[in-house]
């Protein structure tokens, strides 16, 4: 069973920037791609960022592009997302999950992740 466990969330100006972290149990991590997905009240969850296996291809959402960065360290069971330049419509629940398939392939479905953590909200005030 793996658990995911996402951390880093909180109350911030626009234009600030947050980083969350999103902690992996297991031995497996390294073999998987991970992603970001995130939902706002009253919105569908929607994708953000995915990260190969790696680390060294990443894929965003055209929203955050520019904005948010996707790591990972293998060493440590960890995926990140860095939040620059925020935006009041970022805020959402933030989630990390944990990818079935290659990073590329249907990357935006939320089918295509088997694990998903318990989230972590993000706020931005205007």
């Known amino acids: 069973q793996v658990q995911l466990v996402e951390s880093g969330g909180g109350l911030v100006q626009a234009g600030g920037s947050l980083r969350l972290s999103c902690a992996a149990s297991g031995r497996t991590f390294r073999s998987y791609a991970m992603g970001w997905f995130r939902q706002a009240p009253g919105k569908e969850r929607e994708f953000v960022a995915v990260?190969?296996?790696?680390?060294?291809?990443?894929i965003y959402a055209d929203s955050v592009k520019g904005r948010f960065t996707i790591s990972r360290d293998n060493a440590k069971n960890t995926v990140y997302l860095q939040l620059n330049s925020l935006k009041p419509e970022d805020t959402a629940v933030y989630y990390c999950?944990?990818?079935?398939?290659?990073?590329?392939?249907?990357?935006?479905?939320?089918?295509?992740?088997?694990?998903w953590g318990q989230g972590t909200q993000v706020t931005v005030s205007s």
């Open positions: 999950a944990r990818k079935k398939r290659d990073y590329y392939l249907d990357y935006d479905m939320i089918s295509e992740y088997d694990y």
């Open positions: 990260i190969s296996k790696s680390g060294r291809s990443t």
